[in-house]
């Protein structure tokens, strides 16, 4: 199982990024796909998950209201779009593969560095 993550960058407060994870080695509704985040000197924190039975989707509340977490089985892909990003955004974000949301991470995949700053 590899995960790749992509999307990340330099956007202003206010803006908007989209974030891709695209799944190889198994199709991309087997598993839960979570994304998470390490800001530096803090400990990695859940921001959003997307379950692999029924798509039922899940976010931390900071989150909630201006992230979306989507699923393109065709593209075995899963996508976190961001909207109305503010600084504390910033970090570096991460996805995983879990059975169930909220559950042991299986596989990780490398991160990618949004940052959000004028």
């Known amino acids: 199982v590899q995960l790749q993550a992509s999307g990340g960058g330099l956007v202003q407060p206010g803006g908007s990024l989209r974030l891709s994870c695209a799944a190889s080695g198994y199709t991309s509704d087997y598993y839960a796909i979570g994304w998470f985040r390490q800001a530096p000197g803090q400990e990695r924190e859940g921001v959003s998950c997307?379950?692999?039975?029924?798509?039922?989707?899940f976010y931390a509340n900071s989150v909630k209201g201006r992230f979306t977490i989507s699923r393109d089985n065709a593209k075995n892909t899963v996508y976190l779009q961001m909207n109305s990003l503010k600084p504390e955004d910033t970090a570096v974000y991460y996805c995983?593969?879990?059975?169930?949301?909220?559950?042991?991470?299986?596989?990780w995949g490398q991160g990618t560095q949004v940052t959000v700053s004028s």
């Open positions: 997307i379950s692999g039975s029924d798509d039922s989707t």
């Open positions: 995983a593969t879990q059975f169930i949301c909220a559950g042991h991470v299986l596989h």
